[in-house]
């Protein structure tokens, strides 16, 4: 029996394929799903919410199904040498990208699947593109993508193509003859819709950005002489973002017409916003094909939906690269079952620690960090210093314990545990001690403010902290998850955090829990998680780490935090 519910692994039908449900893009926060209402826990559709039992016992991260077995698809088209790999490092982090099988059956290289222990999330198939008037390679693209496109299950489908073309900066075409052949028959196909087999979005991706820009500051250097140097890369980019349209955008929209969509990638530091745009653009693309409902507008649907879109939410997990998208999809996913079940009283007489587990782990998954096996992020020690992190969210007079909380055991598992050390050492504390969760999660879900509080806390802090962990490891390229990073921000949140609790407790008291609404209470977290909120505290916590950080540093305390 495991010492804490939250490790315990459950297992429960997988979740409901992917449907004729309608899939919609939110233009504010590209994500997985966008349904204007909240949806409601299906437990309590048909019945009274607060009295409903839960009909997905035991309770299951709603991530952990769809990532067991399907992993992002994409195949990747381009010259050797126009930035292929490098571009996958950008926005995957996916290091050492190695053959999967040395399968001698496989005909084309480009069916070969390349995957990465840096992250595991992502499939890649590597296509050499099209020199000259070599159609033979075209052929086998076309057949792979046709292929793997009427593919039915989710897991082997293809979900995205990305065709790189590296910039002509001294002159010269863009495309090659097999490009333009690809680009154009793509556009003249039509889906299926009836098999509901969704065509993959091509996007054309111009690679090395940045040596445009170096060439307009060259001519610019002369005229702008006494300018200062932000003023000259300024306009060294406008100028380069207008030699992309006529040396690129031009010649696509003869072959593909004007509708088509492309962006300019640099895979250099300087140009990261270029990778955001792209996964953005890659993110739209695939919301926008696979959702069987007209469009209004690229990215906006007419049509609400709580089903998640699969497609959209592999890649929004796999990416490592826009910060925004994280966010946005841990919304999504929350949203799309568990977050309701907080706020309604669904999860009533559930064990605390179970149901903070799976809103935990659902929010870990999204974020995809390089952290082997989980070890730091799922850890009891990391669970345990974010029960305590939301610890003054306690009521000042707290309630009274039900009687469902007398039948539960009060004591934490840890102590019970020092309890059973033999008399002989009585001050030698297990190891289990230093990382009791808080007091508060050793309840069972009741619907009071306190426990509302704590709930809605947790979730706003882990994201919070998710996001500064991704700020710390994009800005010093840092690899894996470590405690010595999650310590750094951990001490750095909680010392910021008490604005944010201020508005979580004003939001959940006695007052308000009458009339508190799940919808408007997610709507509210959303709210405080927007990324704009917390610049400043991802700033603090790049300037406070230490170079290099210690990665020998073992978990902080509860009373460090
Ligand atoms: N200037 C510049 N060079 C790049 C960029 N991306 C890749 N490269 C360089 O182009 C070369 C080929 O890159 P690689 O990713 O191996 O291309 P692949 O053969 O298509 O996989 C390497 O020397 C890279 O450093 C970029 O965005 N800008
Ligand atoms: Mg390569």
């Known amino acids: ?252 929209n003869a072959v593909a017409g004007s509708r088509h969509t492309w962006t300019e990638v640099s895979t250099r530091n300087e140009h990261k916003d270029t990778i955001r745009r792209l996964i953005d653009l890659t993110m739209n693309s695939i919301l926008a094909a696979t959702d ?42 929350g949203k799309h079952k568990y977050w309701g079940y907080m706020f309604s009283g669904t999860f009533n007489g559930i064990p605390l620690d179970e149901c903070v587990g799976v809103i935990h782990d659902d929010i870990v998954n999204v974020w995809n960090f390089n952290d082997p096996n989980h070890q730091c992020l799922k850890s009891t020690e990391f669970r345990s210093l974010m029960t305590h992190l939301v610890k003054d969210l306690a009521s000042e007079r707290p309630n009274p314990p039900s009687l469902l909380d007398n039948v539960i055991r009060i004591m934490p598992p840890a102590v019970a545990v020092a309890t059973s050390v033999p008399p002989a050492a009585p001050f030698v504390l297990p190891a289990a001690a230093a990382v009791a969760l808080a007091s508060w999660v050793y309840g069972k879900y009741r619907r009071t403010p306190e426990i509302l509080r704590y709930l809605m806390g947790y979730v706003i802090d882990i994201i919070i902290v998710m996001s500064c962990l991704f700020a710390l490891v994009d800005s010093r390229g840092l690899d894996r998850i470590s405690p010595a990073m999650v310590n750094l921000v951990l001490r750095e949140y909680s010392q910021q955090k008490g604005s944010i609790h201020e508005q979580v407790k004003s939001y959940v008291n006695d007052a308000t829990l009458p009339v508190l609404r799940p919808k408007r209470a997610i709507d509210r977290i959303s709210d405080l998680v ?15 780490a230490p170079r290099p950080l210690d990665d020998k540093e073992k978990w902080t305390t509860p009373d460090m935090i």
């Open 1 to 252: 029996m495991p010492l804490f519910k939250f490790l315990r692994r459950s297992h429960r039908p997988p979740m409901p394929d992917r449907t004729a449900g309608s899939h919609t893009v939110d233009s504010t926060h590209p994500g997985i799903e966008a349904s204007r209402e909240a949806p409601i826990p299906q437990a309590s559709a048909s019945t009274n919410p607060a009295n409903a039992p839960l009909d997905t016992f035991p309770l299951r991260p709603t991530t952990d199904a769809l990532l067991e077995d399907s992993r992002f698809r994409v195949l990747v088209v381009g010259k050797s040498g126009v930035g292929k790999s490098s571009l996958i490092n950008a926005v995957f982090r996916a290091n050492n990208l190695t053959k999967t099988s040395d399968d001698h059956a496989i005909k084309h290289n480009i069916d070969e699947e390349f995957t990465s222990h840096d992250n595991d999330r992502l499939i890649l198939h590597d296509s050499e593109g099209f020199v000259g008037g070599d159609i033979g390679n075209l052929r086998t693209v076309q057949e792979f993508i046709k292929r793997r496109s009427a593919e039915r299950e989710l897991k082997d489908r293809l979900h995205a193509i990305w065709l790189c073309c590296e910039i002509p900066v001294s002159g010269g075409r863009v495309f090659e003859l097999g490009d333009e052949i690809l680009l154009k028959d793509n556009a003249n196909k039509v889906g299926n819709p009836p098999l509901r087999i969704p065509q993959v979005p091509i996007i054309v991706v111009f690679t090395k950005y940045d040596q445009l820009v170096v060439q307009k500051k060259f001519i610019l250097a002369r005229s702008l002489a006494n300018a200062d140097k932000v003023e000259w890369v300024r306009q060294a980019e406008e100028a380069a973002t207008e030699e992309v349209k006529v040396r690129c955008e031009k010649p696509l």
């Open 292 to 333: 069987p409902k007209p469009q209004t507008t690229v990215g906006q649907s007419t049509a609400d939906s709580d089903q998640p879109n699969l497609e959209g939410l592999l890649f929004a997990v796999a990416q490592r690269g826009s910060l925004g998208t994280k966010i946005s999809t841990s919304i999504r996913v």
């Open 530 to 544: 927007k990324v704009e909120q917390y610049r400043e505290l991802h700033e603090a916590v790049i300037l406070s």
